[in-house]
């Protein structure tokens, strides 16, 4: 666990020289040996280059070119070298490319150092990072709907950071999350508002798993989008929740997936998956001695309100009286939480789309998902890379591997060999990362663990800088919300030693009072995730 919360950090010359292959070792040894002048690693040549004498075995050299004063290198820092340095990392970033290897795979195939692998991951990652800092996705002025996929995957790099992707057109956004969920998407859909660009005539539609931590924000960065989540777990798979606002008020629509089977033509691909998936789950159901459920209910039911939970789910059967076994005859508790809304309807299909509402989110349904069943994590598999992460699960960083990792799949898998080594030698493994990571550091560059701010620290600095911060909050009815506030005030109570926070919120934009005690994660606002571009 302690060399997984290390960060990478550049290495002395000796230890590089050391830890590289033993072909790099022998060429520059070689060059070492053979008594010509070396190339300046600054102005790129050897004109104004003189003999600086030697050290420990190794030449020394100076450059007087006028352009640049006088400079000195050695063998070990030389253009030659540099040159020795890119090939090995290059190579094995083509290798990571084609093949998914490990570091440990890569260290094997390569014979060097974990240390010259991991530097070759840290010049990919740094240059996304770079990389998509300033991207925008811009949306066609003409489209009637914009689709955002949003998935969560717990992949356990790292120990403590899960993943989250939104895919909005043919663009991918991500970001890793070390703290809780509801922080996490927070901060994202934040980062969505600011690199989107979408005309006022063009539905905004998100579609994401069961998972509560999506509702508010985006309830909060986009009150207008339909937000619709599908549910995946045994006794509630198939339901679909629509997130809407109609009339300035929320609604809840429940619905089922195949309300809109019937009303269009799956592709080949789609079938193929069906009949997978539909495979998949009979051998599942096998496997788990045929367990039976009760009939889902068909009914659609409109709330006026937000209703997180979902409803007319199936019920486990005891296999002894074929009677219903429920979470209250097993743990004594309410199976969900009353709903936060009122019920406006509750009957069949047919009757309720002469609701204004249900039959806009009929007409939604059956535009993004006609001749699709789709009873399973229809979001994930729009990204499919859990597979390609699941051999990276132990890495040292965690958050390192996975943008490589994605940043492989999503861009550089679409090259081919010569594109693909061209893009790495002249974007990624550069002159100047090589002179900033491998020729130039001591080896001791020591950091210390910053200790994490407390919840009062925090919020103190947002009041002195007036910063906006996330929260994940709890309620007194241990309801889960995700939001932006603005901290004005903070007022202690001597009586009965709680803390409350006066804030303005923007996800009910007014002024509301929060229990210090009740917030379970919070940070300062600073979105920074990536965006890659397919």
Not at 308 to 320: I, K, S
Not at 329 to 358: A, C, M, Q, W
Request: glycine share 4%; hydrophobic share 30%.
């Amino acid at each position: 666990m302690v060399d997984r919360e290390k960060s990478f950090a550049p290495r002395g010359i000796k230890t590089a020289m050391r830890e590289s292959d033993e072909s790099i070792e022998a060429d520059i040894q070689k060059l070492n040996e053979n008594g010509e002048e070396l190339t300046c690693p600054v102005c790129a040549s050897s004109e104004h280059v003189g003999d600086g004498g030697s050290n420990k075995g190794i030449r020394k050299f100076y450059c007087e070119n006028p352009v640049h004063g006088k400079v000195f290198f050695s063998t070990t820092t030389s253009l030659e070298a540099e040159e020795l340095y890119r090939e090995t990392l290059v190579d094995l970033l083509c290798s990571f490319v084609y093949t998914n290897a490990t570091v440990e795979g890569l260290q094997k195939d390569h014979e060097v150092s974990k240390y010259v692998v991991e530097l070759a991951l840290e010049g990919m990652y740094q240059f996304v990072k770079e990389e998509v800092k300033s991207s925008k996705i811009q949306i066609d002025e003409n489209a009637d709907f914009a689709t955002v996929y949003f998935d969560i995957s717990g992949n356990n790099l790292a120990k403590n950071k899960a993943l989250i992707l939104a895919k909005i057109e043919n663009d991918i956004i991500f970001d890793t999350i070390t703290t809780s969920h509801h922080l996490g998407t927070h901060q994202l859909l934040k980062a969505v508002e600011k690199k989107l660009e979408i005309s006022e005539n063009t539905q905004l539609v998100f579609i994401t798993d069961g998972e509560q931590c999506f509702v508010e924000p985006i309830q909060e960065f986009f009150p207008d989008a339909i937000h619709i989540r599908q549910f995946h777990k045994p006794n509630c798979r198939g339901i679909i929740y629509t997130h809407l606002r109609y009339e300035g008020e929320y609604h809840t629509v429940r619905m089922l997936w195949d309300v809109v089977l019937n009303e269009g033509k799956p592709s080949e691909e789609a079938k193929k998956r069906r009949e997978y998936k539909a495979k998949k789950r009979l051998h599942s159901k096998q496997r788990k001695n045929k367990v039976k459920y009760t009939e889902l209910s068909k009914d659609v039911m409109v709330w006026k309100g937000t209703v997180y939970n979902p409803r007319g789910v199936r019920r486990r059967l005891n296999e002894d009286n074929n009677t219903r076994k429920t979470n209250d005859e097993k743990t004594g508790k309410r199976n969900t939480y009353p709903p936060d809304g009122d019920l406006i309807f509750k009957g069949e299909l047919e009757e309720s789309k002469k609701l204004d509402i249900v039959s806009h989110c009929f007409k939604v349904l059956k535009h993004l998902f006609g001749g699709l069943y789709i009873t399973t994590n229809h979001v994930e598999s729009i990204f499919n890379v859990k597979n390609k992460l699941k051999p990276h699960r132990t890495m040292k960083n965690g958050k390192r591997i996975l943008h490589c990792v994605l940043y492989r799949e999503l861009v550089l898998s679409k090259m081919n060999k010569s594109e693909l080594k061209e893009h790495i030698k002249e974007n990624i493994i550069t002159p100047e990362y090589i002179q900033n990571n491998v020729l130039k550091g001591n080896g001791t560059q020591k950091k210390t663990k910053k200790k994490k701010p407390s919840k009062l620290d925090t919020i103190d600095r947002a009041i002195r800088e007036n910063k906006d911060v996330s929260i994940h909050y709890r309620d007194r009815r241990k309801r889960h919300t995700s939001r932006t506030i603005t901290p004005l005030e903070l007022v202690h109570n001597d009586y009965d030693n709680t803390t409350k926070v006066i804030a303005y919120c923007h996800l009910r934009s007014e002024k509301r009072t929060f229990y210090l005690e009740r917030i379970q994660n919070i940070t300062l606002r600073d979105p920074t995730p990536s965006l890659l571009s397919l």
